[in-house]
């Protein structure tokens, strides 16, 4: 029954125009204060599963921290997210974050239930980190204008944010931190 009542709201889901998940702009002050703590790492393990009540799919990703660039993370952070896909069940669940095995991130985190952590801000606190052709690591935010309604408290779409290199967010995230008077123990 419940998988029956899942491909109902799935099909329902399919028939909704793509993006229509909206979230609250976070202001760049917002992220970096209210963030347990920012991680750069490497993605080395993804599972996706059905939730207790068999009416959801959650994503869980096993993170190893190369450097912890705000607040005091473990060497190996867990992440659970909503979406994923289970056999021939799929949710895309738009504007939360994605995980792919060997992927680099770079992720504001707080802490969820069970020793989880949660992306702040869904894809607002998620970065890939590519390295471009003179070996410079960019860091490139995953929400981009469309793949999720991002919007500003007086109701305007809130401008999708741009790459940078690594180097110049995490001295931007430094700076942001010394600013509102953020501790940036490790």
Known sequence: M????????LMLVLVLP???STF?????EDLVGKADSVVAGRVVEVASYWNREGTAILTEAVIEVESSVLGDAPSVVRVRTFGGQVGDYKI???GF???ERNEKLLLFLEPAE?????????????LR?????????IAVPTWTAGSANILKADGTPAPAPRALPLADLVQKIHETADRIGRPQAQ
């Open 114 to 126: 069970d020793g989880f952590h949660k992306v702040l801000g869904y894809q607002q606190g998620e």
């Open 18 to 20: 793509a993006g229509a």
């Open 24 to 28: 609250l702009a976070m202001s760049w």
């Open 97 to 99: 974050p994605t995980f």
């Open 2 to 9: 419940k998988r029956a009542w899942f491909g109902f709201v």
């Open 92 to 94: 895309v669940a738009h």
């Open 129 to 137: 980190i590519h390295t471009d052709k003179s070996g410079r690591e």
